[in-house]
């Protein structure tokens, strides 16, 4: 089976037979998957959004590229964003001893900006396991849908799978 392992501002999307597997900090991660044609994919963003003056083609480095990238790709499909499972995974905080001042948590603002452009354009989130503290580590079967997650804390290590 095809292994994909995305970095940050990384994108994939394609058919049954693949596994993509990613690590996230303060990043966000979302899992797109069609039941019945068994296709989708995963993004790993960084930032909410990029510069207003960027008028460039989507960049899967920020949360309105990768949705942008997710609604290209959905269309090549002929599909429409809801007839696909979402997950959204990520955006813990990695030092909050620190006590991050609100207008800097790049965390928080990473989930609500995904949270955000998922409903703007009508994807429905159907799991998500985000913020605290710690990274994630997750592996996102095309096949079947399933995305495994394992939480690396200093205070607890445990795998989850969803469904």
């Not at 964003?81 to 965390?107: C, H, N, T, W």
């Not at 994630?136 to 096949?143: N, T, V």
Request: glycine share 12%; proline share 7%; with cysteine.
């Amino acid at each position: 089976m095809p292994e994909v392992f995305l970095h940050p501002g990384d994108y994939h999307f394609g058919g049954a037979g693949t596994r993509i597997h990613t690590v996230l900090g303060s990043c966000v991660s979302i899992t797109v998957w069609h039941p019945t044609l068994r296709l989708g994919g995963m993004c790993h963003y960084m930032l909410p959004a990029r510069r207003r003056t960027d008028h460039g083609p989507p960049d899967p480095r920020y949360a309105d590229g990768a949705i942008g990238m997710f609604l290209r790709d959905v269309r090549r499909a002929n599909t429409t964003p809801g007839q696909y499972e979402v997950k959204m995974f990520g955006g813990g905080r990695q030092f909050p001893e620190s006590g991050i001042p609100a207008p800097l948590d790049v965390a928080r603002h990473n989930i609500d900006a995904g949270i955000a452009l998922l409903e703007r354009h009508d994807f429905a989130l159907t799991v998500s396991n985000l913020g605290g503290t710690g990274a994630r580590r997750l592996i996102f079967d095309i096949g079947t849908g399933d995305v495994w997650l394992r939480t690396l804390d200093r205070s607890r290590d445990r795998d989850e799978a969803t469904a």
